[in-house]
């Protein structure tokens, strides 16, 4: 038999839980499928967030608390979608059939993969990693410690993934330049004597209180910002990468011994985008996201009537985007169920 219910939101990530506990407050009859087995999405693995250092933890917490009235069906996804008049029927990877007024996409992205950038030795170099993993290390207070090594350099490769044609990614992920402002300012305080610089094309601070962790990182922790792209890692005898790069700025090659480099993947389209875009009848834009009604007023419809979209499904948004969209969609949603 079939659930009735007023709305369907797929991904149980920051801007999921935000819109269905806005939904539940409304009084809207609200399920999540959320495929792994818990909620909080990306965020859940970070450690402290940009740019004033939250806990990702105690963020989560209040989100978490506003789900109650809400159904939550983890390890669950969708495996088919009809369109019945103004509703949906959704079949979920349990077999359970759920007749929905409205359906939100909050899937989310996925990480770049950085082994598609060879020249950065990820996947070949231990010592080659990416910010995800140091966020795991941040979070366990381990940072990049090893025995025998002081000072401990580190390098920070901004772009990797983003912003080249040559992966067939044009856009700038938005918050890796940031993350790695913070990544480097955290691993100065758990390493005070290490030497970190960051290897960027363009700066991208552009958010409130953004530009004063930038300068925070030069005034306070020393951190080195070097305009030049990084372009050959090998590994030494001892152990230790050897990285070529150019440094733009001052117009000459440049080497530099690291014991680290951390890459910062960008943000790409979900995984499952494609197939979720087929099964409910869907564009994606250019950039591989799900197209949105239009980039202006409707940045939280869909393609379809009944079909809307918040967060990071539509391109690289910060957490505080992230929530702001997802309260836009909750109402736009209360609006469309109420006149169907
Ligand atoms: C390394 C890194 C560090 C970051 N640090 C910060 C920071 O310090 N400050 C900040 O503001 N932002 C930061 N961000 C950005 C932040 O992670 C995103 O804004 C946020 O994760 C987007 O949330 P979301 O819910 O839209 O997507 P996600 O976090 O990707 O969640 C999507 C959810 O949907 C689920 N899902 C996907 N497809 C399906 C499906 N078909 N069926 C069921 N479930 C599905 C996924 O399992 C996931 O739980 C960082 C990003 C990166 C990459
Ligand atoms: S935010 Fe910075 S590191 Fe990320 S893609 Fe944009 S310019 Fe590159």
Not at 112 to 138: C, H, M, N, P, W
Not at 155 to 184: L, M, P, Y
Not at 283 to 302: E, K, L, P, W
């Amino acid at each position: 038999m079939k659930e009735k219910t007023d709305a369907v939101v797929i991904g149980g990530g920051i801007s999921g839980m935000e819109a269905a506990a806005a939904l539940a407050r409304l009084g809207a009859k609200t399920v999540i499928v959320e495929e792994k087995d818990r909620t909080g999405g990306h965020v859940a693995r970070w450690h402290q967030l940009f740019p004033d250092g939250s806990a990702s933890g105690e963020l989560l917490k209040p989100l978490h608390d506003a789900l109650q009235g809400v159904d939550i069906r983890l390890n669950t996804t969708v495996a088919g979608a009809v369109r019945n008049g103004n509703r949906y029927g959704l079949t979920l990877s349990d077999g359970t059939e759920l007749d929905a007024g409205a359906v939100l996409l909050a899937t989310g992205f996925s990480l770049f993969d950085a082994r598609r950038k060879e020249e950065y030795g990820y996947g070949i170099y231990d010592r080659v990693i990416t910010s995800d993993r140091l966020e795991q290390a941040l979070t366990e207070q381990k940072g990049l410690g090893a025995a025998g090594y002081d000072p401990l350099r580190i390098g920070f490769v901004h772009c990797t993934g983003s912003r080249d044609e040559k992966v067939n990614n044009r856009h700038c992920s938005k918050i890796c330049c940031a993350t790695a402002v913070k990544q480097a300012c955290e691993l100065k305080e758990l390493h005070p004597s290490a030497r970190i610089y960051c290897f960027y094309m363009d700066l991208r601070m552009f958010g409130r209180g953004y530009e004063d962790m930038y300068l925070h990182a030069q005034n306070k922790y020393g951190i080195q910002f070097i305009r030049g792209r990084v372009s050959e890692v090998a590994e030494t005898i001892e152990g230790k990468l050897a990285v070529k790069a150019e440094d733009t700025l001052a117009g000459q090659p440049l080497r530099a011994t690291l014991d680290w480099l951390v890459l910062m993947p960008g943000m790409e389209r979900h995984e499952h985008t494609p197939h979720m875009a087929a099964l409910f009848n869907l564009a994606i834009a250019g950039d591989g996201f799900f197209q949105t009604g239009d980039a202006y007023n409707r940045s939280t419809t869909a393609t379809q009537p009944g079909i809307f979209l918040a967060g990071a499904c539509t391109g690289p948004k910060t957490y505080a985007e992230c929530i702001g969209e997802a309260r836009a969609a909750a109402l736009a949603i209360y609006e469309y169920i109420r006149k169907i």
